[in-house]
């Protein structure tokens, strides 16, 4: 599962789960600074013991200068099938 946050900010952030609910135990969650579409923010990736199918996921993030509005852009078309 991947996706990307508008933060306003391009500095290392911070992430740490904060609800798994129905999805497989959390094998990796890896969060870096980036850019998309011309949007600074945090990109992140999280990976499962198992395929994904749950009810929910929450991720808590911090990244120094960060500044709403905080849109989420749902990455996983880039992933291969």
Do not use: K
Request: charged share 10%; net charge negative; hydrophobic share 45%.
């Amino acid at each position: 599962m991947e996706f990307f946050i508008t933060t306003g900010a391009f500095e290392p952030p911070l992430a740490c789960l904060a609800d798994n609910d129905g999805f497989p135990q959390v094998h990796q969650l890896y969060a870096r600074q980036a850019q998309y579409h011309g949007l600074s923010g945090i990109h992140i990736t999280v990976t499962f013991d198992a395929p994904a199918a749950g009810v929910g996921l929450a991720v808590n993030v911090y990244q120094t200068g960060m500044v709403g509005p905080y849109d989420v852009h749902n990455l996983a078309w880039m992933q291969a099938p």
